[in-house]
């Protein structure tokens, strides 16, 4: 096999090396049918069984209730952020966006388009850094719901507790933590999530979404902007992301394989931990982004004293084979992604490294 290097990078993001192996065996002939899974008909039986698996496996890790539907969407998780407000932004109605980094504002910028929207909290005035105390949160009455990211993928800033809406419908980006962590599905009316990070490659997006929100999207709507057209047709009002849909149900297999999400989460917390020490123990020559109590077990942000040396820092590092180390282009500094598939060698090898670069250059 091709040796395979750390790869730290954002999303598209590693994938769990024996997923890539069992797709490398089956792609020229997926279950012995001699096409690949990227040749057949998406009405055919053969892909109904891989879209049920895929769906299953979601259902399953997460324990979606039977009261929600699982889609799967293209367009990406910025698709999310306009369907979600053509869908249940009413004339007349307002809705609720907590702001705690770069992907929730632009999820607001779409929204504005749509209709009215009020910002309950932001902490762009302080760099996105923190997340709001439950308490700090009053949302609009009647607001037609409350839309918030559970983990900024730039910022490296984790909600610790899901949001609770007090009745008022609470919609969650979880692109950057879904499978990574418990989640209790019950508390939102819809979550959704691009795959290219803990589920699966870019393409395709998993929407759960609760029936009684279905029943809220309007007449009219464009067939491919509408939540219901996706329900009614599981998944395929056209041809969806087959290719896409059959990892994601390998992914989940390999999740439950391992343990399942519970699992995931202990080595997340364990992994994540590892590098927040070597951050700490540092003696200030690296300074961590986000506010100790909300930083990310997905994407651990930090810097070095300049600028210079996080360029030198990132070029050392990929020359050992550490690679996709450079924060965001909008915010700089260090970002290392240690999504699911990340093993706990690769963060003990960036530590190891960190030690040595901060020696040298401390
Ligand atoms: N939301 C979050 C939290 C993300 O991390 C990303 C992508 N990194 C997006 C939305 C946008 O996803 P996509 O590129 O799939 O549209």
């Known amino acids: 096999m091709t040796n395979r290097i750390y790869n730290f990078s954002a999303g598209p993001a590693i994938m769990p090396t024996p997923v890539l192996e069992r797709a490398q065996r089956e792609l020229l002939s997926v279950d012995g049918c001699g096409m690949s899974v990227m040749e057949i008909s998406h009405r055919s039986k053969r892909f109904e069984a891989i879209l049920d698996r895929a769906e299953n496996g979601i259902r399953d890790l997460l324990s979606v209730p039977d009261n929600y539907r699982i889609l799967f969407l293209q367009g990406g998780a910025t698709m999310q952020f306009s369907m979600v407000p053509i869908n249940f932004l009413r004339e007349g109605t307002t809705a609720d966006y907590v702001i705690t980094g770069a992907w929730g504002e632009k999820a607001l910028v779409e929204a504005r388009k749509a209709g009215t929207v009020n ?16 308490d700090e949160l009053s949302f609009t009455r009647d607001a037609a719901y409350i839309h918030y990211t559970s983990n900024e993928t730039i910022e490296g800033v984790e909600f610790k507790y899901e949001l609770d809406g007090g009745g008022i419908p609470v919609v969650c980006d979880a692109s950057s933590n879904i499978l990574s962590k418990r989640f209790e599905i ?3 009316a819809l979550i959704y999530a691009g795959a290219q990070k803990n589920i699966g490659p870019s393409g395709v997006t998993v ?6 929100m279905l029943e809220r999207c309007p007449g009219g709507l464009h067939s491919l902007l509408d939540y219901r057209k996706f329900a009614e047709n599981s998944s395929m009002p056209n041809t969806p992301n087959t290719w896409g849909i059959y990892l994601i149900g390998l992914v989940c297999e390999w999740i439950k394989s391992n343990g399942g999400v519970g699992e995931f989460e202990r ?7 590892i590098l927040y ?10 300074s961590g982004h986000a506010d100790r109590a909300v930083r990310s077990l997905m994407n651990v942000t930090f810097r ?3 600028e210079n040396l996080d360029i030198e820092f990132c070029e050392q590092a990929a020359a050992i084979g550490l690679d996709g180390l450079r924060g965001h282009r ?11 598939a990340f093993p706990r060698e690769g963060v003990e090898a960036l530590v190891q490294f960190m030690r040595d670069f901060a020696e040298r250059k401390g």
């Open 119 to 134: 910002v309950v909290y932001s902490s762009a005035n302080s760099g996105y850094r923190s997340v709001p105390d439950p």
């Open 186 to 188: 019950d508390r939102y």
């Open 207 to 212: 929407v759960m979404i609760r029936d009684d």
């Open 267 to 273: 080595r997340n917390i364990e992994k994540a931990a």
């Open 277 to 286: 020490n070597a951050i700490d123990s540092s003696d200030g020559f690296y």
């Open 304 to 306: 070095l004293p300049n």
């Open 330 to 340: 909008s915010l700089g500094g260090i970002r290392a992604s240690i999504y699911n």
